[in-house]
């Protein structure tokens, strides 16, 4: 079973930046497709960026120019950059990789919080 493990946030001021990692163990990783959630205190875990195997990015309209997903397959790695935050962006951040059903392939990491505040 893949286990993944999430690091890289912190408190930041609006308009910093930071990048994320989810580094994934277990085999495969190249093949899937991935993505960044969040979760933000009473709301639901929302798709923030996702990146296919042949590299393939989109994004949610709300982060559209600011963050970038990437991969590097070597490493088992995912990662966002966040530039241009903002206090909306505050959040627990989780990766995972999406199955055409809406379920996950993956059990879902510990996360990593993401603070914007001044």
């Known amino acids: 079973q893949v286990q993944l493990v999430e690091s890289g946030g912190g408190l930041v001021q609006p308009g910093g930046s930071l990048r994320l990692s989810c580094a994934a163990s277990g085999s495969g990783f190249s093949i899937y497709t991935l993505g960044w959630y969040r979760q933000a205190p009473g709301k639901q875990r929302e798709l923030v960026a996702g990146i296919t195997s042949g590299r393939k990015t989109n994004y949610a309209d709300s982060v559209k120019g600011r963050f970038t997903i990437s991969r590097d397959n070597a490493k088992n790695t995912v990662y966002l950059q966040m530039n241009s935050l903002k206090p909306e962006d505050t959040a627990v951040y989780y990766c995972?990789?999406?199955?055409?059903?809406?379920?996950?392939?993956?059990?879902w990491g510990q996360g990593t919080q993401v603070t914007v505040s001044s």
């Open positions: 995972n990789a999406p199955k055409f059903s809406g379920s996950y392939y993956w059990d």
